[in-house]
Protein backbone atom coordinates (compact mmCIF):
# COMPACT_ATOMS: atom_id res chain seq x y z
CA UNK A 1 0.00 0.00 0.00
CA UNK A 2 1.04 3.28 -0.90
CA UNK A 3 1.64 5.96 2.12
CA UNK A 4 -1.35 7.68 3.32
CA UNK A 5 -0.84 11.12 3.53
CA UNK A 6 -3.09 12.83 6.34
CA UNK A 7 -5.59 15.79 6.13
CA UNK A 8 -5.31 16.60 9.75
CA UNK A 9 -3.38 14.21 12.27
CA UNK A 10 -4.32 13.87 16.29
CA UNK A 11 -2.09 13.28 18.98
CA UNK A 12 -3.32 11.50 21.95
CA UNK A 13 -0.27 10.25 23.27
CA UNK A 14 0.16 9.82 26.92
CA UNK A 15 -4.31 9.85 27.68
CA UNK A 16 -6.31 7.18 29.03
CA UNK A 17 -9.75 5.70 27.61
CA UNK A 18 -12.30 7.34 27.16
CA UNK A 19 -10.04 10.36 26.13
CA UNK A 20 -8.48 9.32 22.86
CA UNK A 21 -12.12 8.36 21.94
CA UNK A 22 -13.80 11.15 22.70
CA UNK A 23 -11.38 13.41 20.90
CA UNK A 24 -11.14 11.39 17.65
CA UNK A 25 -14.99 12.21 18.04
CA UNK A 26 -15.08 15.67 18.35
CA UNK A 27 -12.21 16.16 15.72
CA UNK A 28 -13.96 13.83 13.12
CA UNK A 29 -16.91 16.34 13.44
CA UNK A 30 -14.91 19.04 12.11
CA UNK A 31 -13.60 17.07 9.48
CA UNK A 32 -15.17 16.90 5.49
CA UNK A 33 -16.89 13.51 3.95
CA UNK A 34 -13.75 11.67 2.75
CA UNK A 35 -10.72 13.43 4.39
CA UNK A 36 -8.30 11.45 6.27
CA UNK A 37 -7.20 11.52 9.93
CA UNK A 38 -4.29 10.50 11.31
CA UNK A 39 -4.42 9.12 15.28
CA UNK A 40 -1.58 8.75 17.54
CA UNK A 41 -2.34 7.02 20.93
CA UNK A 42 -0.05 5.25 23.12
CA UNK A 43 -3.51 3.77 25.36
CA UNK A 44 -3.60 -0.13 24.06
CA UNK A 45 -7.18 0.36 24.57
CA UNK A 46 -7.41 2.01 21.16
CA UNK A 47 -6.69 -1.27 19.50
CA UNK A 48 -10.46 -2.26 20.43
CA UNK A 49 -12.04 0.90 20.66
CA UNK A 50 -11.04 2.87 17.42
CA UNK A 51 -11.68 0.25 15.09
CA UNK A 52 -15.10 -0.31 16.83
CA UNK A 53 -15.82 3.46 16.59
CA UNK A 54 -15.42 3.22 12.75
CA UNK A 55 -17.44 0.28 12.44
CA UNK A 56 -20.39 2.08 14.30
CA UNK A 57 -20.06 5.61 13.05
CA UNK A 58 -19.42 4.48 9.12
CA UNK A 59 -15.79 6.20 9.01
CA UNK A 60 -13.51 3.54 7.22
CA UNK A 61 -10.30 2.38 9.12
CA UNK A 62 -7.59 2.54 6.16
CA UNK A 63 -4.75 1.47 8.42
CA UNK A 64 -3.83 0.24 11.79
CA UNK A 65 0.01 -0.39 12.94
CA UNK A 66 2.30 0.22 15.83
CA UNK A 67 5.28 2.13 16.12
CA UNK A 68 7.73 1.95 18.58
CA UNK A 69 4.69 1.57 21.46
CA UNK A 70 2.39 4.04 19.31
CA UNK A 71 -0.76 2.88 18.21
CA UNK A 72 -0.98 5.15 14.52
CA UNK A 73 -4.31 4.72 13.01
CA UNK A 74 -5.54 6.33 9.39
CA UNK A 75 -9.29 6.90 9.29
CA UNK A 76 -11.48 8.05 6.57
CA UNK A 77 -14.56 10.08 7.19
CA UNK A 78 -17.86 8.60 6.16
CA UNK A 79 -20.44 10.57 4.09
CA UNK A 80 -23.23 10.21 7.06
Do not use: N, W
Not at 45 to 58: E, K, M, N, V, Y
Amino acid sequence: MDEIKPDHVLDARGLFCPEPVMLLHSRVGDLAAGEVLCVQATDPSTQRDIPRFCQFLGHELLLSREEESVFVYYIRKGAA
